[in-house]
């Protein structure tokens, strides 16, 4: 089987879609695809250089290519028309095209492209149709939606969402195509030699005396930061003991990655706090592997690819009811579940922090869930057996995947 993945960008800047793509493109080759994974050069949105990597030319990566074009000729939207071209020219020579993200310009177009050509694209929207999401620059989005996302979807062999509280309120803007609900893989971490990790640890100022909350994801509004700071403010004024660690950035947005930083400095979070920026690598590794609590209170969140890694790394988790995936963390005990108010995070904190045996239970209970759940490998193969009912079937025969459970 020959697969297509069309992503706006695969660098790791942008954060968990673009992690995603890759281990799903490992995934599927690893189960005996034949992968080529379409992107562009972006490498953010804020005046930092495209990626260094060879342009329209395949690049061998462990077990699938990469072909990168130019952003041309809007940079700041991840548009390539270097790469809908190619698309045009060779997308006889695929079986199906997996197309991540909706409302991206690239991505709208890629999908026209493959439904001229005649190939068989999925659309996984990323999030993109949650009310919530489609509230901002809501007008802009109706007539978008209407006029462009929904006849691609409308043309779709399949939706893939990630989590079957995505697919319930994903919008489709009047149109429909049938749904898959398949989750996203991790990788488990690669452990950390402890004398490296405290060495990480005490590089970052970070004090190993403590337990140590981690936030792990890009510093956005919509993945309550507003929530999650008062909280912490309340059990440090109660003065219960911990140390946060504010793990990402946004060069999409650095006045609001400005505007947090300045929010922790000035209050009683500032002797308990390390901003690190963005991290990958050992040092996303080790905040792993030292964590005693990984913490996530967003408004929306399809899946939660750092939700995952952090279960997959044995840290239990606290996450709100916008985390789609919180009906696994409340089933699988991996976690505390919480509302969406600072009064809720505050109390699951506060029930974590405050006992350490059931941090290790729901730890242990979250990798073990991960595991199963949430490995590549398996993840492949079920996606393989939904391609196959696109690619085998008849007019009259339903194309809903396999949901796993």
């Known amino acids: 089987m020959r697969l297509l993945q069309i992503v706006p960008s695969i660098s790791l800047i942008y954060g968990g879609p673009s992690q995603m793509v890759r281990g799903f493109a490992q995934g599927l080759a690893a189960a005996g695809a034949e992968v080529t994974v379409l992107t562009t050069n972006a490498n953010g949105d804020a005046g930092q250089p495209p990626l260094a990597v060879p342009l329209g030319t395949p ?18 939207y991840k548009f390539s028309a270097g790469l809908l071209a190619w698309l045009y020219r ?42 919530a999401d489609l509230q901002k ?37 009047g149109a429909s195509a049938p749904d898959w609900v398949i989750p996203l893989g991790v990788q488990p971490p690669i452990p950390v030699p402890a004398r490296e990790g405290r060495s990480i640890l005490a590089q970052l100022g970070i004090p190993q005396d ?3 909350v981690l936030y792990l994801s890009r510093l956005d509004p919509k993945k309550g930061l507003d929530l999650l700071l008062p909280a912490l403010e309340q059990l440090a004024a109660q003065g219960c003991g911990f140390h946060l660690v504010l793990a990402g950035g946004n060069p999409q947005d650095p006045a609001y990655e400005r505007a947090i930083a300045q929010r922790v400095q000035a209050g009683i979070l500032a002797n308990r706090t390390t901003l690190t920026g963005f991290v990958t690598g050992t040092t996303k590794a080790a905040l792993l592997q030292a964590a005693d609590l990984f913490v996530l209170p967003s408004y929306y969140e399809n899946f939660g690819i750092a939700v995952a890694e952090a279960m997959a790394a ?16 409340a089933a699988s005990g ?24 059931q941090r290790q239970l729901r730890g242990g209970q979250a990798k073990a869930y991960a595991r199963e759940y949430y490995d590549w490998s398996a993840i492949a193969h079920r996606t393989l057996m939904a391609y196959q009912t696109v690619l085998s079937k008849r007019p009259t025969v339903s194309l809903r995947a396999p949901r796993l459970e």
Do not use: M
Not at 59 to 76: G, K, L
Not at 101 to 130: C, K
Not at 151 to 168: C, D
Not at 314 to 329: A, E, F, L, T
């Open 59 to 76: 690049v061998q990566e462990e077990n699938y290519r990469v072909r990168y074009f130019a952003c041309s000729p809007w940079r700041r």
């Open 137 to 173: 620059k809501k007008r802009l989005k109706q007539v978008y939606g209407r006029l462009l996302e929904a006849p691609n979807i409308a043309g779709a062999a399949a939706l893939h969402f990630t989590s079957p509280i995505e697919a319930e309120v994903s919008h489709r803007f």
């Open 334 to 357: 991996g976690g505390w579940v919480c509302d969406l108010s600072v009064d809720g995070v505050a109390q699951s904190l506060r029930e974590a922090l405050q006992d350490s045996a």
């Open 90 to 131: 060779h997308a006889h020579e695929f079986d199906l095209a997996h197309i991540h993200a909706l409302f991206s310009p690239l991505s709208t177009a890629a999908a026209a492209v493959a439904r001229d050509r005649g190939l068989p694209y999925v659309l996984r929207p990323l999030g993109t149709l949650d009310p």
């Open 314 to 329: 044995g840290v239990p988790v606290v996450v709100s009811k916008g985390v789609y995936i919180w009906p696994d963390i």
């Open 210 to 212: 403590r337990p140590l």
